[in-house]
């Protein structure tokens, strides 16, 4: 396992085993870790970043590096061996002595938003190879835009037969297969593992084969074989269409009992196995300790790309102003200064021309003018572009070898489709935004969840949000779903009632940089309810009082969505009986709720009742409401019939609004 060396000479085991010994020695130190898959995939990480990735340490967020993702997320400490060992900064030693520890750079499964040079949070199985799909997609279609001269890189992935088992991974590979993303290059760790044992008792696929049906080219080489990898990576570079490498390796690769089981996998290896593993690779160095030579052949490979960088650098001063300025722009993730203006005049013309029209028609009368004012919006549906109204007349679609749209036909991939969002989001240059039924955010909700986490900007245009889709019935009505979503930390809902509101809520999902948004419209026409336009959102605290009270308030009703309808037509019925009540438009009930107390206080005011009227669940409305307070909604699964038939057989209606106010008023 040791090559025969000369004392100054570095080896490709020499630098393999630096990163080895360090995983283990981090896990072993944090008593907690998974030092199997690094002791494993040593070889193939180290030929990968010795020999071919387009990389400088010292600028981890060029934007024009490769991207490597480490979708075994939980084999965390490979990652962080080469981050420390390439010599970006912060990834110093002692964060290395601090893995699994609170507070450190170095937590239990990478996280872009805590370490420098992780490219994507990673460790739920199957998120990074799905995410890698973005990545690479967004490569094609900057480069489509600004040429190779600006954009010309690779998506590398590290993958584990877990990866590879996840059912997203199927929907990732067929659509990179499908798109022809030929910059994306898997290597997959085929060690045969599982936690459970050898791989062989769950499963039997031929994932080589597999990949070759989705369209990838796929080989098999031996793992611990540098030149062989070399050979396959440099095969794969060249190649019309993504590469899957199955390099076959031993985790735990060295330890004298626990190589090849899954022992080796996800406890530390413990003093007498540590010591047998680096006795095996002729190693006798003290815990953490690099010598010199090997340091410094590390930190070299860390500057190979430094070259390349500055003269992309000035490849990029080159380009005319504004050119420049916009690539610039766009890779920073600055948005346009023209998309509130644009916002605030189609918000004119609205109360000029008033749309009753369902919200998710109102969504692509604002798409319309938002693509034209937001040239980095990137929108796509799940096989669902008729119902989810994303492509405008504006957008052209991207097909196979053809990158130059900005409208991605996804197919019927929920899961894929969020997780290659989250790539397009991260890898910069574009805001992507993908619709389905919110019924189906089950579907994506694992990607989504990866959003919120790792504060990525997407959108989600989430289309028949009730019972008020009507026949199709309660498995597409969804009904606990706005909770579920609300209840995700900095997940941000908007159900808007209207096209004014939805307008204003498509600017505010575009302005935020700092976590995703999720847009709930409707398929029933609505009408429109907003009376005035203007350049302010009154959205943005995500509740403003829509109608006020003849005179002093004695109910408040707060609606979303489809039933601020309902809400208004109940405070008429309740003003013919001289009972006087507000409406308050609750857009965004979990925004509203972030706002300060002082606001809240204004908005939900002191009307001794307080109602709350949304078709889904009542979880989450207490909040305004109080756990006294009437709502009127969803209290189990919907029906199939025509919308109007359910509002009425599940009471959701003015009346019941009415009747329920007075009731309650009269106790």
Aim: hydrophobic share 40%; aromatic share 6%.
């Amino acid at each position: 396992m040791q090559d025969t060396v000369s004392a100054d000479r570095v080896t490709h085991s020499d630098l393999a085993n630096a990163v080895r010994v360090l995983a283990m020695d981090a896990v072993e130190q944090a008593k907690s870790g998974h030092p199997g898959l690094p002791m494993g995939a040593a070889d193939m990480a180290t030929v990968l970043f010795t020999k071919f990735m387009k990389y400088d340490a010292a600028d981890p967020t060029w934007p024009d590096r490769d991207r490597f993702i480490l979708s075994a997320g939980h084999g965390s400490m490979l990652l962080y061996a080469l981050l420390h060992l390439t010599g970006v900064k912060g990834m110093t030693v002692e964060e290395l002595k601090n893995f699994r520890k609170l507070d450190s750079k170095t937590p239990g499964h990478p996280e872009n938003f805590m370490t420098p040079g992780v490219e994507t949070t990673t460790g739920p199985l199957g998120q990074g190879i799905a995410t890698a799909v973005g990545f690479a997609l967004a490569e094609r279609m900057l480069n489509a835009e600004y040429g190779s001269d600006l954009v010309d890189h690779y998506t590398y992935v590290l993958a584990s037969d877990g990866d590879l088992m996840e059912g997203i991974s199927h929907e990732a590979i067929a659509l990179a297969g499908h798109l022809k993303l030929n910059r994306m290059i898997v290597l997959w760790d085929d060690n045969g593992i599982s936690i459970d044992g050898p791989l062989s008792i769950s499963d039997s696929v031929d994932q080589v084969k597999r990949f070759q049906a989705c369209g990838w080219n796929a080989v098999r080489v031996d793992g611990h074989d540098p030149k062989a990898l070399q050979r396959a990576i440099s095969r794969a570079q060249k190649s019309d269409r993504p590469t899957l490498i199955a390099c076959k390796t031993t985790i735990g690769y060295g330890a004298p009992k626990k190589a090849g089981t899954s022992k080796a996998h996800g406890e530390p290896l413990g003093a007498e196995e540590l010591a047998g593993a680096k006795t095996a690779y002729g190693w006798g160095h003290a815990p953490f300790e690099i010598p010199d030579n090997i340091r410094d052949a590390w930190a070299k490979a860390g500057k190979k790309g430094r070259r390349q960088r500055k003269a992309w650098e000035e490849r990029l001063k080159a380009l005319a102003p504004e050119t420049r300025a916009e690539f610039e722009r766009r890779v920073k993730g600055v948005r346009p200064e023209g998309l509130a203006e644009a916002i605030a005049k189609l918000k004119d013309r609205l109360i000029a021309e008033p749309q009753n029209v369902a919200t998710r028609k109102a969504s692509e009368i604002a798409l319309e003018v938002i693509t034209e004012a937001v040239p980095e919006l990137v929108l796509g549906s799940a096989d669902l572009t008729p119902s989810n109204n994303t492509k405008t007349k504006n957008l052209t679609a991207i097909s196979p070898g053809n990158y130059a749209g900005r409208y991605i036909h996804y197919g019927i991939r929920e899961h894929g489709m969020a997780a290659a969002m989250n790539g397009i989001a991260l890898h910069g240059g574009y805001v992507p935004a993908g619709a389905t039924f919110l019924v189906f955010t089950d579907y994506a909700r694992p990607a989504m969840r990866i959003a919120s986490l790792a504060g990525i900007p997407a959108v989600y245009v989430m289309t028949h949000d009730s019972i008020g889709l009507g026949e199709d019935g309660p498995t597409h009505q969804p009904v606990e779903h706005l909770a579920a979503l609300r209840s995700m930390p900095k997940m941000r809902v908007f159900r808007p009632a209207d096209a004014i509101e939805t307008a204003e809520a498509w600017q505010m999902a575009l302005e935020r940089t700092d976590g995703p948004t999720t847009l709930a419209l409707t398929r029933q026409n609505l009408p429109q309810v907003r009376k005035e336009g203007g350049a302010k959102n009154l959205s943005a605290t995500g509740a403003y009082e829509l109608s006020p009270a003849n005179g002093q308030a004695r109910a408040t009703i707060f609606a979303s969505g489809s039933e601020v309808e309902i809400a208004l037509a109940a405070q008429k019925l309740l003003e013919e009986q001289s009972f006087a009540v507000r409406v308050v438009s609750v857009p965004s009930l979990d925004l509203f709720l972030a706002q300060p107390e002082k606001v809240r206080r204004e908005i939900i005011g002191d009307a001794p009742v307080k109602v709350a009227v949304e078709a889904a669940v009542r979880f989450g409305w207490d909040s305004v409401i109080g756990p006294d307070g009437i709502f009127v909604g969803m209290h189990g699964f919907g029906a199939s019939a025509p919308y109007k038939d359910l509002y009425k057989h599940f009471g959701i209606t003015a009346e019941a609004v009415a009747e329920k106010v007075l009731r309650t008023h009269n106790l």
